[in-house]
Every structure is written in structure tokens, then in C-alpha cells.
């Protein structure tokens, strides 16, 4: 109610000439809210009140008016929960009663015809705004639900195809683990995991394709709710193109210090290029820190200490990965919203 309130308040102050009074309500104990027009015969007064409190609020609304020693017409907008009861109305307020929970009109007194009009505007503009929201929201989604379905769809085909090899082999209950972690891993690499030898050889591109790759259920749910979450603000942040500039480079920066640093590991994950997101989300906090609250940079910072504490504390985590993700992400991010400024102010 408080938002219709707030709302309803703003168009009649914004669009319909009215302004805003206030008086002390013995009743709720804090200051109530009344919209006024002048007219040339006295004033046109607007109340939004809900059913149940309509009775004292009309009364305290009917004596503050009186002081202002104008004439006057009192118009209530009651909120009702359905079926409104209070049928014994006085020759001192019109009504216009809604239905709360859709804003349907139950019943309109005549001197309240302009603001059934308006409330029609405002419900239609609600409506409009709604699907323009929902526009936007998938808007901003699209190139982040298309990365986590490239991510699923090759998560699908690997488990596919590593299912076959296991039963191939006969029955999986009777494979050994060491026997389970090798398949996992041959599987891996033959989709394009980082693998040094490999990469040695002049299969460079594993530094990307290994961002691809997962190797179980919960590596790809954690990192794919990352950056469903993270990738959204990028986007919204430096734009579609350079969101995805970023989050390829990192990845590809993160491969790059785990190649350097742990050339003996196997890597895979997605968590390289979402802890370069957040670097880019460090970087443009940082550049605006001037207009962001400091509460927004320390939280993001908890947020990237936490990550990398978690990093170091688990096994089989490739932690020079999300340094590498976090570096190259802060940097590529930093550059593109120092260009993205310069091609706003020219």
C-alpha cells in the first residue's frame, strides 16, 4: 500500500497540479500525507486511506482541512481487501473504493471521477512499465543464460560421454576410485582441460576451453549461480561486448598464471573468468568510488577475500587461476571503462 500510496501521491503533485500538506494523526502516532488542488470555488483534497482505519482517518483528515479556512471537497481513495462493508457513507467525503489487491474499482462517488481517470493512467503506465522491466531484465540476462548454456550443454556431453566409457569397461560400482578420477581426467583433456604437455605442443587454445569445462555437478551449479549473479552487473556496468571481452580475457589471463605457476595440475572451471567479473566490478568501484557508498567497495572486497580464502582452504583448487581471473579482469575491466567514459564525453 505504501507504494501505491507514494506513487498515486507523486503523479497527482508531478502531472496534476496538487501539493503535498501533512498533520500530526493522534491515531497512528506519526504524520499523515494529504494532496491538495486549489480551484476556483476552494480546494480539491485527495486521502488515501485503508478500510478498516477509513473511519478515524477521515474524521482527522475532515478537522485538519477545517483550519485551513477554505471551502473544501475531502475525496478518500480506500483500499479494501474485496468486499467493502462500510456502506454508511457521509455527505462530507466521496469515495473512490479499490480492490488492494488488483486496484479494480468497487465503487466511485462522482466527485471522484478524475481520480478513477487518473489511477486508470497510472495502472495502464504500471502495466507498460512492467513489460519494459521484464524487456530489460532478459535484455541483461541474454549473454550470461547464453554462456551457462554453452557451459551445461558441454557439461551434458562430457558426463555422456564419460558414462559410456565406464560402462564400457563394465560395471562402475566395480571400478576402483583412482580408476573413476582417471577416466574423469582423459575426458577432460580430451575436451580441452589445461594441460601443460598439451599446451607445450602447441594446443593453446586449451588456455580458453579449459573455462569450459567442469567436473562435477557442483563445480558447474557453484560457478554457473556465480555468474548468473556477477555477470548481469557487468553488462548493465560496460555494456554486451565488452562484458564478454572481459570475461573471455580472464579466463584466458587465469589459464595463463596457472600454466606459469602450476604446470603439473589439470585445470578446469569457469571460476577464473567470474573472479575476473568481479575484478572489473573492483575496478569500476574503484574509479567511481566518489559516487558509490563505501559500504558497496568494502562488501565487494569481503566478497573477493572470501572467495580466495575459500580457494586456499579447499583441496583441487586451482587458486593461481582465480588470481590470474582476478588480475587480468581488474585490468581489462579498468581499460574499458576509461574508454567507455571518453566515447560518453565525446
Known amino acids: 500500500m505504501n507504494n501505491f500510496k507514494e506513487e498515486f501521491y507523486k503523479i497527482l503533485v508531478n502531472a496534476e497540479n496538487f501539493y503535498m500538506k501533512q ?19 476552494g480546494i480539491y483534497c485527495v486521502l488515501i486511506s485503508e478500510d478498516e482505519n477509513e473511519n478515524i482517518d477521515f474524521l482527522e483528515a475532515f478537522e485538519y482541512i477545517k483550519t485551513l479556512g477554505k471551502d ?6 480506500v483500499l479494501s481487501k474485496g468486499e467493502y462493508t462500510n456502506i454508511n457513507n457521509t455527505v462530507m467525503v466521496n469515495k473512490l473504493i479499490l480492490d488492494k489487491e488488483n486496484y479494480t474499482v468497487i465503487k466511485c462517488d462522482e466527485s471522484c471521477l478524475p481520480l478513477k481517470k487518473i489511477l486508470e493512467l497510472y495502472i495502464n503506465k504500471s502495466k507498460v512499465k512492467n513489460i519494459d522491466n521484464k524487456r530489460e531484465f532478459f535484455r541483461y540476462k541474454i549473454p550470461t543464460m547464453i554462456l551457462i548454456l554453452i557451459n551445461v550443454i558441454i557439461f551434458i556431453i562430457m558426463q555422456i560421454d564419460i558414462y559410456n566409457i565406464k560402462h564400457s569397461l563394465g560395471s562402475s560400482q566395480l571400478l576402483s576410485e583412482e580408476m573413476i578420477n582417471a577416466i574423469n581426467n582423459s575426458v577432460l583433456v580430451t575436451f580441452g582441460a589445461k594441460y601443460n604437455a598439451l599446451i607445450n605442443n602447441g594446443e593453446v587454445w586449451r588456455l580458453l576451453t579449459c573455462a569450459f569445462l567442469h567436473s562435477s555437478i557442483i563445480h558447474i551449479a ?17 555494456g554486451a561486448k565488452k562484458y564478454l571481452v572481459i570475461y573471455i580475457t580472464s579466463c584466458i589471463t587465469a589459464s595463463i598464471l596457472s600454466y606459469l605457476a602450476s604446470p603439473y595440475t589439470i585445470s578446469v572451471g569457469a571460476s577464473g573468468g567470474i573472479f575476473g567479473l568481479l575484478g572489473a566490478l573492483l575496478a569500476f568501484a574503484i574509479m567511481e568510488r566518489h559516487r558509490l557508498q563505501k559500504k558497496y567497495i568494502s562488501s565487494l572486497l569481503q566478497i573477493i577475500l572470501i572467495n580466495l580464502f575459500i580457494g586456499l582452504s579447499v583441496k583441487n583448487i586451482d587458486n593461481y587461476a582465480h588470481i590470474g581471473g582476478l588480475i587480468g579482469g581488474a585490468l581489462i575491466g579498468y581499460v574499458s571503462y576509461k574508454i567507455l567514459n571518453k566515447q560518453l564525453k565525446n
Open 222 to 238: 557453484f560457478n554457473m549461480y556465480s555468474l548468473y549473479i556477477v555477470g548481469p552487473q557487468i553488462q548493465q556496468i560496460y
Open 72 to 77: 473544501f471537497s475531502l475525496n478518500m481513495i
Open 23 to 41: 498533520y500530526y494523526s493522534d491515531f497512528h502516532k506519526r504524520e499523515i500525507f494529504l494532496a491538495i488542488k486549489e480551484l476556483s470555488n
